[in-house]
């Protein structure tokens, strides 16, 4: 699967922004598919995900109540909504895909074959 994200931009603390991951094909039921960030200087981590036979949205603490993860599957698209962000959201965000099957967490960045290029996401006034 390829995967393309976008909708990245610079926006002040407390604003919005939603990024979108299109794939080339179907991943529901298909891929474990979610959102990671890679602050600068930082390893990449795992923000929000769905399992392949899944409807239900996993989060990191630190974003839950903040961002919402969905996906049309009529589109092949993934979206991270991003409210109240905050200067620490600061990153490049990637969209990521696993196959299913594995059994370590949905968290285990190592664990995902396919990214996306990457959408900078800067917070500050």
């Known amino acids: 699967v390829q995967l393309q994200a976008s909708g990245g931009g610079l926006v002040q603390p407390g604003g919005s922004l939603r990024l979108s991951c299109a794939a080339s094909?179907?991943?529901?039921?298909?891929?474990?598919i979610g959102w990671f960030h890679q602050g600068p200087g930082k390893e990449r981590e795992f923000v929000a995900a769905?399992?392949?036979?899944?409807?239900?949205?996993y989060y990191t603490d630190s974003v839950k109540g903040r961002f919402t993860i969905s996906r049309d599957n009529a589109k092949n698209t993934m979206y991270l909504q991003m409210n109240s962000l905050k200067p620490e959201d600061t990153a490049v965000y990637y969209c990521?895909?696993?196959?299913?099957?594995?059994?370590?967490?949905?968290?285990?960045?190592?664990?995902?074959?396919?990214w996306g290029q990457g959408t900078l996401v800067t917070v500050s006034s």
């Open positions: 094909e179907r991943t529901a039921n298909n891929y474990d």
């Open positions: 769905f399992r392949w036979t899944s409807s239900t949205p």
């Open positions: 990521g895909a696993r196959r299913p099957g594995i059994l370590s967490t949905l968290r285990d960045v190592a664990t995902y074959t396919y």
